[in-house]
Antibody, heavy 120, light 106 residues
Framework: EVQLVESGGGLIQPGGSLRLSCAAS????????MSWVRQAPGKGLEWVSV???????YYADSVKGRFTISRDNSKNTLYLQMNSLRPEDTAVYYC??????????????WGQGTLVTVSS | SYELTQPLSVSVALGQTARITCGGN??????VHWYQQKPGQAPVLVIY???NRPSGIPERFSGSNSGNTATLTIRRAQAGDEADYYC?????????FGGGTKLTVL
């Protein structure tokens, strides 16, 4: 059974750093595209970042240069290092798996999300 | 950057058909995915690659995509279909979500 479990969220002051983790089971993280998607309180979904199976990464303009996506193949875990955090980064952060070419890389599995609150 | 436009809200009478649109420049050339999100829950995939249903999604859910508009259709709407719905595509390596549509079942 595929499972994604995020952790690492919490309250952080503006300008601070936080690292989110997403522990995967039931599949191999390095064989799939893996993304972070966030949702500010009362707002819609916002795609944040992706790491392809080959290691290529992409970021939303809103986080480029501040966030870094990575994975640890030995731990089958996805990460999001978030630096220079701003109040507008406050959101529930979801990790999501993208299925392969035949499904158009849709997000077929999602974690339960972890809340990041940036406030002084 | 690529943008997807959805209506903020759609209302449908119980048992009738709801249609939620997703507009984007030449969206018909892209694979469109649709997600359902209920309050306090993670999104759930309901349609992938324009018109395909994942296992476990009722046949009442269908999708189409052509030109500049993709559409999610929900037939025989039920109270349990009340939720936020998001369309999503990939554009130049980056993910893009529509702003979301709140479906109300009257």
């Amino acid at each position: 059974e595929v499972q994604l479990v995020e952790s690492g969220g919490g309250l952080i002051q503006p300008g601070g750093s936080l690292r989110l983790s997403c522990a995967a089971s039931g599949f191999t993280v390095s064989s799939n595209y893996m993304s972070w998607v966030r949702q500010a309180p009362g707002k819609g979904l916002e795609w944040v970042s992706v790491i392809y199976s080959g290691g290529t990464t992409y970021y939303a303009d809103s986080v480029k240069g501040r966030f870094t996506i990575s994975r640890d193949n030995s731990k089958n875990t996805l990460y999001l290092q978030m630096n220079s955090l701003r109040p507008e980064d406050t959101a529930v952060y979801y990790c999501a798996r993208s299925d392969g070419y035949t499904s158009g890389w849709c997000f077929d599995y999602w974690g339960q999300g972890t809340l990041v609150t940036v406030s002084s | 950057s690529y943008e997807l436009t959805q209506p903020l809200s759609v209302s449908v009478a119980l048992g009738q058909t709801a249609r939620i649109t997703c507009g984007g420049n030449n969206i018909g050339s892209k694979n469109v995915h649709w997600y359902q999100q209920k309050p306090g829950q993670a999104p759930v995939l309901v349609i992938y690659r324009d018109s395909n249903r994942p296992s476990g999604i009722p046949e009442r859910f269908s999708g189409s995509n052509s030109g500049n508009t993709a559409t999610l259709t929900i037939r025989r709407a039920q109270a349990g279909d009340e939720a936020d719905y998001y369309c999503q595509v990939w554009n130049s390596g980056t993910g893009v979500f529509g702003g979301g549509t709140k479906l109300t079942v009257l």
